[in-house]
C-alpha cells in the first residue's frame, strides 16, 4: 500500500469532505455560540479547521459565560428577538422542548447520521417530531478520587456518601496535620445554578428519593429520603467541602481538585484530561469510579448531561450551517473530541474505538454510566423545566446555606412546584 503524505493526504482528505458536505457555493462566515469549559474554546479551532478546509467556510466561536444557566438566559434573549447574526447554537440536553420553536428541523439533513447515534440521545433532542439539534457529546459525572492519598490511609473508594464523608474526613485532617492546611476531602458544585440541580438530583435519586418529578408528571420532591438526602449534603458544607463550595461551579471544583488539594470531586468527564495534563499537580494520581449511595438497596444516580448543536431558524447561512452542525456531530469531530477533550461520544461505534480507549480510558468505562444516568424532568415539565429547576436548585441553595431545614424547604418546593404546574404541565 502506498502511504500518502502531507499535501497527497490533504487533497484526498478535502475530496472526501467535499463529497459529504457539498462543494463551497459562496464562502461564508459562520457564527457558532457556545459556553466553555477546560480547554474548549482553544479546542474548537482545531475541530472545525478540517470543516473550514473543505468547504471554504469560516467559523467564529463567540464564547459565553461557562454557567448553563447564564447562557440560557442569553441564548432565549437572542433567539426571542429573532436574531439573524448567531447562526449556530450549542445547547444543553435539557434545552430541546424551551428553544424548539426556534430551531431549524435537521431530521432530514441527519436522516444518515442520526441512527448511528444512541437512540436514547436522539429521542431527547427530537420533539414533536421534530429533531432539534444533533448530539455533539453526552455527559455523565464520576467520583474522582485520589489514589495515591487512598492507599497511603489504607482507604478504598467509598460505596456510600456516609463512607465518603467519613473517609474524606479522615484523610482530610491527616493531610492537614502533616503540612497541608488546604486540603479538603470533597469539592462539587453548590452554586444555586444548573449545575447544583445535577449534583442534589444524584443525592435525592442515589437516597431512593425520586426525581424530582417523575416521567409521569408527579411532583415527588417532598419525601422522607429526599430530605435525608439534602441533610447528608448541608453536613458537608464547612466540614469536608470548603464553604466556598456554595459559590462553586465546575471549574472551582476543578480548580481545587488539580492543584491536589482535594480527596474526593464530583465532575464531568471533560476533567479527566485535564486532571491528566502536564500542569496538573494530580497527573496520573487519580481514579474515575460511580458516585455513591444512600444506603443499602439504593442505586447510584448520575445525571445525565450533554451538548448538542442547533441550527437558528434566524441564520442567513442555514445551508452552511447545517452542514456545520452534520461535521460536529459526526464521527470525525466527535472522535477528536474525545481524544483531546475526554467528551463521551454519542455515536455508538467509537466506544469500540481503539485510539479512544488508549487516550482516554474513561471513556469505554463510561459507556454504561451515560446509559443508565438519570435524565432531569425536561421532558415531563416542557416549556416549565427551566423555572422547575430555578425552584429546586434554590430550594437546595437554601438548605446547604442553612435558611431553613430541608424538610420545610421541600415542602414549600412542593407547593411552589405545584403552583407552577397548574392544571398540567
Ligand atoms: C454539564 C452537562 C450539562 C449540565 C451542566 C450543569 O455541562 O453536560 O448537561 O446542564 O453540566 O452545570
Redesign the pocket.
Known sequence: MRIMKGRALRATATAAMLAVFGAPVAAVELFYVS?A?GNAVENFKALVKPWEEATGNTVTLVPMPA???DQFGQYRLWLAAGASDIDLYQT???WAPQLADHFVDLTEAAKDLAPTHFPSIIESQTVNGKLVALPI???APALYYRKDLLEKHGKTPPKTWAELAETAKLIQDAERAAGNPDMWGFVW?GNA???L??NALEWVKSHGGGQIVEPDGTISINNENAVAALEAAASWVGTISPEGVLAY??EESRGVWQTGNAVFMRN?P?AYTLGNGDDSAVKGLFGVTTLPVGGEGNTSAA?????NVAVSKYSTKQEAAISLALYLAGPEAQKQRAINESNLPTIISLYDDPEIAAAQPIIPQWKDVFLNAVP?PSAPTLGKYNEVSAKFWSAVHSTLSGNGTAAENLELLEAELTEIKGSGW
Open positions: 459556553g469549559v454557567s448553563t444557566t444543553d440536553v435539557i457529546f453526552t455527559d458544585q445554578y444548573e449545575g440541580t445535577c461551579q465546575e464531568w471533560y445525571t445525565l448531561g450533554g451538548w432531569r
